[in-house]
């Protein structure tokens, strides 16, 4: 196995507008680097997947799409991530309205400790917003498939729900902000065969409206739902193209031996 | 977490080693096995023995505090009265309470608190949701812990020297309440900490996921989670301030006192003080009056627990994840 090399690797460019463009990006934490020279560009109202093998630096570049990575604090980023055409990561760039902007669904689903009705309406509340409350809960709901499960139990605690009731909960809260992107951190990863597909079902709805970024370990999850797969190995973007393309006519041994199953 | 996928474990054997071409078989080659000794008997013998010592810990625990009880009650259960705990210090053991030792004790808690938890749950705060991982926050958490472990005569010294010379407090109920708050300060603090920490980071994640800034995701999320945690931790160290006695001898809080303190600027004493004057006279009779003294002053610290108690429990079963 020998690293591509960033004059190597594959890197489709997808016709704009784009939601957020990655160039050069670096990202270390201490002495290890966990992205490298990584660059790509994430059109409007489609899904990209980020798949590759475990420490690949998938997650890594996630998180720094959003600036979740400010919380580790060996962290360093250096080159440019690109939201609505500024750098997220220039001096005057707020992290705090940047999330408010990329909304994020975790791995393990982190409902807040609170009511149902309270996890979806805490955040636009601290941002300020200045609509129907109750229609939010509804629609937010509604649109993360969730409604019919507990439309008579609002005000009951959300982690008294399902695993997969709550990170479909957690989906319907990231979307009560109604953001640009939504960044998924293999949101499925925790569930069960039936609540992953609904969370698919869902995802390819959610397009419509949102862009989304999701890493997943599973291929066949990147090949059902996403418009775009970016594959990592090592750090590197190894390729990036349409979905079908780097599964079914890879460019590269690495991608063709990962998404064929020899490795990973 | 189930791991669905399959895939997971087996990277690291992966790019550790060769890649597996499918098909190719490793060639058959005898098993040898290792001999293994389990020494079956020495095991569960010591497992019966580690048992017992720990029984008889235990057991040598409780039979201090029972016997301490005892000879407390034995001495001094009968001249606890109401009117014991409502009259003042007399030179006549049969006429002496703990009136003002009582009052003094409450009110140095109310006013140790005040001052202490604000300052302490706020330092906790600070180094544990805001404070960068930095040297100078290594340094401050090494300090903390070791203020936990100085002598509490030191803090008297301080407060003495602090409280009642250089801020003119004078040898009153203020600069008892100050000099207890040094002393409980570290203790509120790792508690706090503590507390915190037991918060998962998944929390603070999502409110931050969802354009909420550092208070806003400590103040709805963090900190009522975190809530039972430093409660208890607030009330048993209060408790501890309630027990204490060496720091106010030192900044001079009284031991005859026959009225109340009205205002914190105002003389004071405590229970701890009463007792000890009480066990130092010479006279049998006042040694009757220091046992009644320390079964109020027991039931006092018993009570402050038994709250701290019942406050963890009532919080903690709405929080679980």
Redesign the interface.
């Known amino acids: ?1 020998v690293n591509v090399g960033k004059d190597q690797a594959t890197v489709f460019e997808p016709s704009a507008p784009y939601a957020i463009e990655v160039n050069d990006v670096n990202v270390s934490y201490g002495t290890s680097r966990a992205v490298l020279d990584v660059s790509l560009k994430i059109p409007e109202h489609t899904i990209v997947a980020l798949i590759g ?3 690949c630096g998938k997650s890594t570049l996630l998180r720094s799409m ?1 600036r ?1 990575n400010d ?1 580790v ?1 060996s962290a360093k980023v250096t080159g440019e991530i690109l939201f609505r055409g500024s750098n997220i990561y220039a001096d005057d760039a707020d992290p ?6 990329i ?2 669904v ?1 791995q ?1 689903p ?4 609170t009511s149902i009705r309270k996890n979806i309406t ?2 636009p509340g ?2 300020g917003f200045q609509g129907d409350y109750n229609k939010l809960v509804e629609s937010s709901l509604r649109r993360a498939a969730l409604w019919d499960e507990v439309a008579g139990k609002l005000g009951e605690s959300g ?1 008294a729900l399902s695993g997969g009731q709550q990170q479909r909960l ?1 989906i319907a ?2 979307i009560a ?1 109604d953001p640009d992107v939504i960044l998924m951190d293999e949101p499925c ?5 039936g609540s ?1 597909l609904k969370i698919e079902n869902l995802l390819l709805e959610l397009k419509e409206r949102f862009t989304i970024v999701i890493v997943t ?2 291929m066949q999850q990147a090949r059902r739902v996403s418009d775009y797969t970016a594959f990592m190995y090592q750090g590197e973007l190894v390729e990036f193209g349409p979905t079908d393309g780097v599964f079914e006519t890879p460019k590269q041994e690495l991608t063709r031996d990962y998404v064929s199953g ?3 | ?1 189930s791991n ?2 399959g ?2 474990p087996t ?1 690291s054997a ?2 550790g080693g060769s ?1 597996r071409i ?1 098909g190719e078989k490793a060639a058959a080659k005898p098993v040898v096995r290792a001999t293994w000794k389990p020494r079956q008997r020495w095991r569960a013998f010591s497992s019966k023995l580690f048992f017992f010592t720990s029984l008889m810990a235990t057991v040598l625990a409780v039979a201090a505090l029972i016997y301490l009880l005892q000879s407390v009650a034995e001495q001094g259960l009968d001249r606890v009265s109401w009117s014991f705990i409502t009259s003042f210090p007399s030179r006549f053991p049969a006429k002496a309470g703990v009136k003002a030792a009582l009052w003094g004790s409450a009110y140095l808690t109310v006013l140790t608190a005040a001052i202490s938890v604000p300052i302490g749950v706020g330092a906790a705060i600070y180094l544990e949701e805001f404070a ?2 930095s040297k100078l926050r290594r340094f401050i958490d090494i300090n903390i812990a070791n203020l936990a472990g100085v002598p509490s005569i030191v803090y008297g010294m301080l407060g003495l020297m602090l409280f009642v010379r250089i801020c003119h407090f004078g040898r009153s109920l203020l600069a008892g309440a100050a000099t207890m708050s040094l002393l409980i300060l570290p203790i509120i603090i790792v508690a706090s900490r503590e507390a915190l920490k037991t918060i ?1 980071t ?12 550092r208070w ?1 995701t400590v103040r ?2 963090v900190l009522p ?1 975190a809530l039972p945690g430093i409660l208890t931790g607030v009330i048993l160290s209060l408790s501890r301030a309630v027990g204490e006695t060496a720091p106010l001898l030192m900044i001079g809080a009284l031991s005859y006192m026959a009225f109340v303190p009205e205002t914190p600027m105002d003389a004071f004493t405590v229970l701890p003080i009463q007792i000890f004057n009480w066990t130092a006279r010479p006279q049998d009779e006042f040694h009757v009056t220091a046992a009644a003294g320390i079964i109020v002053l027991l039931a006092l610290l018993l009570t402050v627990n038994a709250l701290a108690i019942f406050l963890r429990m009532r919080y903690q079963r ?4």
């Not at chain 2, 998944?202 to 800034?213: N, V």
Request: charged residues 10%.
């Open positions: 196995m093998p475990s420490g959003n979740m919380f604090s705090v309205l940047l999330r408010r902007q909304g994020m975790f393990k982190n409902p807040f400790p805490w955040g601290i941002n982690l957690c809260r990231a902000m990863s925790a569930l069960d065969p992953t370990h599973n020899r490795f990973g | 977490m669905t996928h895939m997971t990277n992966i790019f890649l499918p960068a991982d998962p998944g929390i603070r994640h999502a409110a931050f996921g969802l354009g909420a800034t806003q709805a999320h989670s709405k929080a679980q994840w």
